[in-house]
Nanobody, 125 residues
Framework: QVQLVESGGGLVQAGGSLRLSCAASGAVFRAVVMGWYRQAPGKQREVVARITSTGTKTYAASVKGRFTISRDNAEDTVSLQMDTLKPEDTAVYYC???????????????????WGQGTQVTVSA
C-alpha cells in the first residue's frame, strides 16, 4: 500500500517552532519531487515548499527564510522545519509526492500524485 504519513503538528505560540515529518512507503520515492502544502479554513490548498530528488528546494514567498524543507532518500522521509511561526501559518499541512510510479494488482503501473492525511498546525497569537 502506497502511503504518506505525517507527524509533528500541534499548537505553538507565535514565534515558536515546529518540525513536521513525513514517512513514505509502498513505492519508490527517492526519484520524485516531494513537498508540503497547507490549507487554512475557508482557503484553497497552497504549496508551502517542494524539494526535488537531487535536493533543489523552492518555497512560497510567505514562508521563505522561516521554513526549511529537507529529505532523506535512504529513509524515504521528508521534513519541514518551521521557525518564527505566525498565526497566519495555522492550517492543515499535507505531505505530497508527485508522479509516483504505482504498481497495481494487474501488474500495470501508473503515475499518480500521493497525499498524506494531513496534520494540524495551530499558531496562537
Amino acid at each position: 500500500q502506497v502511503q504518506l504519513v505525517e507527524s509533528g503538528g500541534g499548537l505553538v505560540q507565535a514565534g515558536g517552532s515546529l518540525r513536521l515529518s513525513c514517512a513514505a512507503s509502498g513505492a519508490v520515492f527517492r526519484a520524485v519531487v516531494m513537498g508540503w502544502y497547507r490549507q487554512a479554513p475557508g482557503k484553497q490548498r497552497e504549496v508551502v515548499a517542494r524539494i526535488t530528488s537531487t535536493g533543489t528546494k523552492t518555497y512560497a514567498a510567505s514562508v521563505k527564510g522561516r521554513f526549511t524543507i529537507s529529505r532523506d532518500n535512504a529513509e524515504d522521509t521528508v521534513s519541514l522545519q518551521m521557525d518564527t511561526l505566525k498565526p497566519e501559518d495555522t492550517a492543515v499541512y499535507y505531505c505530497t509526492a508527485e508522479s509516483v510510479l504505482i504498481p497495481h494488482s494487474d501488474f500495470s503501473m501508473t503515475r499518480e500524485d500521493v497525499w498524506g492525511q494531513g496534520t494540524q498546525v495551530t499558531v496562537s497569537a
